[in-house]
């Protein structure tokens, strides 16, 4: 199922916790009880939307787990598993100039500093020290690779312009 243009994922429902309906969630925001702040949740399961109202949540060791409103038994709770959670992307809060939610850097053409197309960001993944671009192949691409760039502002990534549809890195198209 393709996401929907004015949403963003921002976590997803892991497992069951306790008996009375709670639910562990792995979430995508940083900090990670930032996915608390978001109380009109859509949780997309098995190809169904489902809207969801968080009642309450909390940190609970390394992840979260939240008590979604009407589900107040193990086993309706159950039913959740591996869910998507997702928000309306008017939801999120503005970021400082020169920072990016992933969702606005997907889809941008990607060019060297050189002017060299290597196509187009596919999707970011976080490795722990640093985000990487995934960045794919495209019509318009100088071969037809695959290419994992590192997300780094400054250094890797010298420009960001999403008017003009384009990221600009200092990269060898060789790696």
């Known amino acids: 199922?393709?996401?929907?243009p004015q949403e963003t994922v921002i976590g997803r429902i892991t497992s069951v916790f306790g008996v009375k309906g709670w639910l562990k969630v792995y979430s995508y925001t940083d900090p990670v009880?930032?996915?608390?702040n978001y109380r009109h949740w859509t949780l997309l399961h098995e190809g169904r939307r489902i809207p969801a109202e968080l009642e309450?949540?909390?940190r609970h060791g390394?992840?979260?787990?939240?008590?979604?409103?009407?589900?107040?038994?193990?086993d309706l709770a159950q039913t959740y598993g591996g869910a998507e959670i997702r928000v309306p992307l008017s939801e999120l809060p503005p970021l400082p100039e020169g920072e990016y939610y992933w969702h606005q850097l997907e889809g941008l053409s990607v060019v060297t500093t050189e002017g060299e197309r290597l196509g187009r960001v596919?999707?970011?993944?976080?490795?722990?020290?640093?985000?990487?671009?995934?960045v794919r192949a495209d019509d318009?691409?100088?071969?037809?690779?695959?290419?994992?760039?590192?997300y780094l502002p400054g250094q890797?990534?010298?420009?960001?312009?999403?008017?003009?549809?384009?990221?600009v890195v200092d990269w060898d198209p060789e790696f």
């Open 1 to 4: 199922m393709t996401q929907h």
């Open 33 to 36: 009880d930032g996915i608390l």
């Open 56 to 58: 309450t949540g909390r």
């Open 62 to 74: 390394p992840g979260i787990v939240v008590k979604l409103k009407g589900i107040d038994d193990r």
């Open 122 to 134: 596919h999707h970011l993944m976080e490795t722990g020290a640093n985000d990487v671009l995934v």
């Open 140 to 150: 318009a691409s100088i071969d037809q690779r695959e290419r994992l760039i590192p």
């Open 156 to 167: 890797v990534v010298t420009e960001v312009d999403l008017a003009a549809d384009k990221l």
